[in-house]
């Protein structure tokens, strides 16, 4: 049986990450490829860069931070942010990552989804989704709403349907980030994160609300995740990813515990 | 079987078929030479060879069969060279896949099968392609898996799924709703469906032992 998959996420903006993380000693460290290198030696499954700039500079920087990465770490690793044509993907997959995630510019353009997924196969698109609760209404049956541009616009359309529209567009995975959960470290949304895995064949991976490890055992059970985001419960080293993994092993998730 | 020295460049086969420097970068990371190359005189003179690849098993065998990497493959497998296939790689090693109802190399005797689209475990429904980390219970005495821990997982992304005529052929077995054949091992020639290069530590040690690998299956 697959394992659930723990994947710290980390944002960087100009090369940088956006927060410094404290390490052992206490040491702040902005650069994200020793912070990769770090979660992946604690055993990471996966690990999402988040690129927050928005110039054309800012983005040749982060191409060369994806080619450090890819050369200091050797697991899947994903990369989002400001990809909003194909060969935005394919400098980013050619500098070594394994997936790339569009969420705004694919709410703009659902084809690029499928000229994605036609250029590089469904395995490489993730779809990323800023999803808020609302009175369900005829437009919004299943009482979940898209929002885009990190959450602040509305757009009125209706998170499962355009869930479901992306896996057949080529989408082959769904990374849904729940803005009312996150930065709450309260837990993740289980009913979100439920109802969207049960109505997709494809893998679901839970973001927003981790604050501590019985919160990941939650999602990755009643929420029937496939994986969980965390960040700043392993940024902070509240946590480090192994004790996660102990605790979820321990509890009898399916955990890939020898790296 | 001839032992061959681990010195000498590691070729890397390209077809067309995907990103193949994710491999290099992992042999780079290893200190092992390599070359991505579709020139079969240099792959000639590759001591080894890694035969990667992601993609649909239709459209590698239209591409290895108009380059002619196609009888280049089948001849350094019978010359005893050491050969890695990985993922595609490895699928179209066999006779047949089931995807795009593709004839393939025939190197290896076996076909390339779908999962069934009602995989389930568990009264759980399995979503497909299989993708994630999954454990690979590895034949023991090989010596491209030598010291890889018990229980040791590796990174999957697949919908195919070889299936060797002979079992014995058979060097490694996952569950995925069913039990199957993750990896084959037969003489000079090893196969996984995994993706070693992206499975952290253990995945990082069958490359290494493949680079000092002298092509024989006894230890």
Redesign the interface.
């Known amino acids: 049986?697959?394992?659930k998959?723990i994947i710290p996420c980390l944002d960087v903006r100009a090369g940088k990450l956006t927060k410094g993380i404290k390490f052992q000693g206490n040491i702040d460290i902005g650069d994200p490829v020793e912070v990769a290198r770090e979660y992946?030696e604690q055993g990471a499954?996966e690990i999402v860069f988040y690129d927050i700039t928005a110039s054309a500079e800012g983005r040749a920087i982060m191409i060369d931070v994806v080619k450090r990465v890819?050369?200091t770490i050797?697991?899947?690793f994903s990369v989002g942010g400001g990809i909003r044509t194909v060969d935005d993907m394919r400098s980013v997959?050619?500098a070594?990552a394994?997936k790339v995630s569009v969420n705004t510019e694919a709410v703009k353009n659902p084809a690029l989804i499928a000229e994605g997924a036609m250029a590089f196969?469904s395995?490489c698109i993730v779809l990323g989704m800023d999803v808020r609760k609302v009175t369900p209404t005829p437009d919004m049956p299943s009482g979940y709403e898209m929002v885009i541009h990190g959450g602040r616009t509305p757009t009125g359309i209706d998170a499962l349907g355009w869930a479901k529209e992306a896996e057949r567009l080529g989408a082959?995975?769904i990374c849904l980030n729940s803005i009312d959960a996150d930065g709450t470290n309260d837990g993740y949304e289980l009913d979100l994160t439920a109802l969207i895995s049960s109505h997709v064949?494809?893998?679901v991976i839970a973001s927003g609300g981790a604050g501590k490890s019985e919160h990941l055992f939650d999602v990755l059970t009643r929420g029937k995740a496939?994986?969980a985001l965390i960040a700043s419960m392993v940024h902070y080293r509240t946590y480090t990813i192994s004790e996660i993994k102990g605790f979820l092993h321990g509890h009898g998730v399916k955990t890939?515990?020898?790296? | 079987m001839k032992d061959r020295k681990r010195t000498g460049m590691i070729g890397i086969v390209d077809y067309r078929a995907?990103?193949l420097?994710?491999v290099a970068?992992?042999l780079?990371?290893l200190g092992e030479p390599c070359v991505i190359t579709s020139d079969p005189r240099i792959l000639d003179d590759a001591g080894r060879i890694i035969f990667p690849g992601?993609?649909a098993a239709g459209a590698a065998m239209a591409n290895l069969r108009e380059t002619g990497l196609d009888e280049h493959l089948r001849k350094w497998v019978r010359q005893g060279k050491p050969v890695l296939g990985i993922c595609l790689g490895t699928q179209v090693i066999f006779d047949h896949s089931e995807e795009d109802d593709t004839d393939c190399l025939g190197i290896v005797p076996g076909k390339v099968r779908r999962f069934p689209p009602d995989l389930g475990?568990g009264g759980q429904r399995l979503?497909?392609?299989?993708?994630?980390?999954?454990r690979v219970a590895l034949r023991k005495g090989h010596p491209v898996f030598a010291g890889i821990?018990e229980?040791?997982?590796f990174?999957f992304?697949h919908a195919y799924y070889p299936a060797p005529a002979d079992e014995t052929w058979a060097a490694g077995w996952t569950?995925?709703g069913i039990r199957f054949c993750s990896a084959v091992a037969r003489g000079n020639l090893v196969a996984v469906q995994f993706h070693p290069?992206?499975?952290?530590?253990?995945?990082?040690a069958i490359l290494a032992n493949f680079c000092r690998w002298g092509g024989s299956d006894a230890q």
């Not at chain 2, 290069?197 to 990082?204: A, C, F, I, Q």
């Open positions: 049986m697959l394992s998959r992946y499954d890819a050369e050797f697991i899947p997959i050619l070594g394994e196969g395995q082959g995975e064949g494809i893998p496939d994986a890939r515990m020898n790296w | 995907g990103n420097t994710s970068r992992a780079a990371h992601v993609g475990s979503k497909i392609p299989h993708m994630g980390w999954n821990p229980g040791a997982e990174f992304v569950e995925y290069e992206k499975s952290g530590r253990p995945g990082l």
